[in-house]
């Protein structure tokens, strides 16, 4: 009964390549997220949904494309990846603007 | 200027003591919430504890309560009689005003538990 999962957990491209990361929470939440953590484990918010409507669109390449199908999924299409595209992404929800519960990440690695 | 200010990279606390750790925030905003996460070597995020800026009482959550001093704008985690499976990283967060999820991390103290 896992809360809100991520797949793939490690993900390892090359440069230029697109790829994706889905994310889906089972916990019956509103709004979901995308976060990245750097390699100095500094964390920052990437995008929010509501109810399947973009809410936090932060300052992110347009190669950075989050997609909501419904309220329990939420997933994120990376195009053209750059080496500073590597970092552990994770996936949260939350219900109305309570705690957010975090996926167990992605870690993605681009050579 | 840093929303939420975390001084210590790194903590260490004998098992079974206390121990204290500082996060600080900036914020013209009258609502907010503050939370603790932690960050365990296996990498998921662990929700601790939440205080809102309008809640009278400092949060408890078992062995973990958050030293909420509203005028220093700071909000300390407080962990009891420490555990060595508390080793981990702990990130402080805020989310600014009522009408906003957007959370705000720090940059976290890194927490080590001996024997």
């Known amino acids: 009964d896992t809360a809100v999962s991520q797949t793939p957990k490690y993900l390892v491209t090359q440069m230029g390549n697109d790829k994706s990361i889905k994310c889906e929470q089972n916990?019956?939440?509103?709004?979901m997220y995308w976060y990245k953590q750097d390699s100095k484990k500094f964390l920052k918010i990437m995008f929010s949904?509501?109810?399947?409507?973009?809410?936090i669109n932060e300052t992110v390449p347009n190669r950075f494309s989050p997609k909501s199908p419904d309220k329990a999924h939420l997933n994120l299409h990376i195009n053209s990846l750059e080496l500073g595209d590597s970092a552990v992404y994770f996936c949260?929800?939350?219900?109305?603007?309570?705690?957010?519960?975090f996926g167990p990440g992605t870690r993605l690695t681009v050579t | 200027a840093q929303k939420i200010t975390q001084t210590q990279p790194g903590m260490f606390v004998q098992e079974k003591e206390a121990v204290t750790l500082d996060c600080t925030y900036d914020t013209s905003d009258q609502s907010y919430g503050l939370f603790w996460y932690k960050q365990p070597s296996s990498g998921e995020m662990i929700f601790l504890i939440y205080q809102g800026s309008y809640d009278e009482q400092n949060a408890t959550e078992g062995r973990y309560s958050l030293n909420f001093q509203k005028a220093r704008k700071s909000a300390n985690l407080v962990i009891s009689a420490s555990q060595l499976g508390d080793s981990a990283m702990y990130f402080c967060a805020m989310r600014e005003g009522l009408n906003t999820d957007k959370l705000i991390f720090g940059t976290g103290t890194r927490l080590q538990v001996f024997p």
């Open positions: 916990l019956g939440h509103d709004t």
């Open positions: 949260a929800s939350s219900l109305y603007s309570y705690e957010q519960y």
């Open positions: 949904y509501n109810n399947k409507e973009l809410i």
